[in-house]
């Protein structure tokens, strides 16, 4: 059985294709991914703009035929922030289905949450101590709160890169009171997080997807560190610090130059950084990794094990 999991998340579309046995076994033929920006110029008006409707039916019929040269016997495909929040979502789902047959479930807040657990630990195997997973895409951010591998809490919040740019529009680079601002911003949305880790206190940050997979290539990069990563990275609470402030001294022009970043993230890293550091001083955690394992991950998990019908 060969299948692909198509993520169409707010900044990025996602293909994986595995091919697995009724034994729980798999083997990933292609993980790949696309800048779309689905979300640009239109989440403070909760649309999706004409500009950006075009390159997600672009992308998605791109992967399909992607999909179908691999001969996949099934496509799951599932939206995010952006499809779930917007007005005209249902008519991109409405015409995904008419030019491919493919449904986009659009996953709601708590379910996306579920996932990026699921596909967390497959990353890191176990997690052996309490901890709090995060994970940020361009339209929200889900947390998680995790104990002895199990999900004590989990919500999603307003708190995507993409939003938070749209939503602040800050100078280039940001000023320290636009950085304060955003701050006190995240203090007050994150108050429900808050009440919880006083109650279930951790010191681990695991964090999944893209603005997380930016941090550990530049702090790579910055030490020299060739090592590919495979599930997961150990990140240095110095070398995050150290880059958090180069990131928010630098203009975007000089942020596309910075070796490990890529390009379509150099406008929402820095909002990226400021939610990192943010939680990691606020709930004094100092112990942080990287799980290259997220949503599309989970969903592969739930497919080999049989709870998604194929």
Same mark, same amino acid.
């Given at each position: $059985?060969?299948?692909?999991?198509?993520?169409?998340?707010?900044? &990025? /579309? *996602?293909?994986?294709? #595995?091919? %697995?046995?009724? %034994?729980?076994?798999?083997?990933?033929?292609?993980?790949?991914?696309?800048?779309?920006?689905?979300?640009?110029?239109?989440?403070?008006?909760?649309?999706?703009?004409?500009? #950006?409707?075009?390159?997600?039916?672009? &992308?998605?019929?791109?992967?399909?035929?992607?999909?179908?040269?691999?001969?996949?016997?099934?496509?799951?495909?599932?939206?995010?922030?952006?499809?779930?929040?917007?007005?005209?979502?249902?008519? %991109?789902?409405?015409?995904?289905?008419?030019?491919?047959?493919?449904?986009?479930?659009?996953?709601?807040?708590? &379910?996306? #949450?579920?996932?990026?657990?699921?596909?967390?630990?497959? @990353?890191?195997?176990?997690?052996?101590?309490?901890?709090?997973? $995060? !994970?940020?895409?361009?339209?929200?951010?889900? /947390? =998680?709160?995790?104990?002895?591998?199990?999900?004590?809490?989990?919500?999603?919040?307003?708190?995507? @890169? @993409?939003?938070?740019?749209?939503? /602040?529009?800050?100078?280039?680079?940001?000023?320290?009171?636009?950085?304060?601002?955003?701050?006190?911003?995240? +203090?007050?949305?994150?108050?429900?997080?808050? %009440?919880?880790?006083?109650? *279930?206190?951790?010191?681990?940050?695991?964090?999944?997807?893209?603005?997380?997979?930016?941090?550990?290539? $530049?702090? +790579?990069?910055?030490?020299?560190?060739?090592?590919?990563?495979? +599930?997961?990275?150990?990140?240095?609470?110095?070398?995050?610090?150290?880059?958090?402030?180069?990131? =928010?001294?630098?203009?975007?022009?000089?942020?596309?130059?910075?070796?490990?970043?890529?390009?379509?993230? @150099? !406008?929402?890293?820095?909002?990226?950084?400021?939610?990192?550091?943010?939680?990691?001083?606020? /709930?004094?955690?100092?112990?942080?990794?990287?799980?290259?394992?997220?949503?599309?991950?989970?969903?592969?998990?739930?497919?080999?094990?049989?709870?998604?019908?194929?």
């Amino acid at each position: $059985m060969v299948a692909a999991v198509i993520d169409c998340g707010t900044n &990025t /579309f *996602n293909l994986l294709i #595995a091919e %697995f046995h009724i %034994f729980g076994q798999h083997r990933i033929l292609l993980n790949t991914k696309k800048s779309v920006k689905l979300g640009e110029g239109g989440l403070a008006n909760n649309q999706i703009t004409p500009q #950006a409707f075009q390159r997600g039916i672009k &992308t998605f019929l791109e992967f399909v035929d992607l999909a179908r040269d691999f001969k996949a016997d099934t496509i799951k495909a599932f939206g995010t922030s952006a499809v779930r929040s917007s007005k005209n979502g249902p008519d %991109f789902v409405k015409k995904i289905l008419e030019k491919t047959g493919v449904i986009i479930q659009v996953l709601n807040g708590d &379910t996306e #949450a579920q996932y990026i657990f699921k596909g967390a630990s497959l @990353a890191l195997e176990n997690i052996t101590e309490p901890a709090l997973i $995060m !994970d940020i895409g361009g339209g929200s951010t889900e /947390f =998680i709160i995790v104990e002895e591998e199990q999900v004590l809490w989990k919500r999603s919040f307003d708190l995507g @890169a @993409a939003r938070l740019l749209q939503e /602040f529009r800050p100078h280039d680079p940001m000023l320290p009171d636009e950085i304060n601002r955003v701050k006190d911003h995240f +203090k007050e949305v994150l108050l429900p997080l808050s %009440f919880k880790l006083k109650k *279930n206190p951790v010191n681990l940050l695991i964090g999944c997807s893209g603005s997380f997979e930016s941090i550990a290539e $530049m702090i +790579k990069a910055g030490n020299s560190d060739p090592t590919p990563i495979e +599930k997961f990275y150990n990140i240095e609470l110095q070398d995050l610090t150290k880059l958090y402030q180069k990131l =928010i001294l630098t203009t975007e022009s000089e942020r596309k130059n910075i070796p490990g970043l890529v390009e379509y993230r @150099a !406008d929402t890293i820095v909002f990226a950084s400021i939610l990192v550091r943010h939680v990691l001083k606020r /709930f004094k955690i100092d112990k942080i990794q990287y799980s290259s394992y997220a949503l599309k991950e989970g969903i592969l998990a739930d497919l080999v094990n049989n709870r998604i019908s194929v």
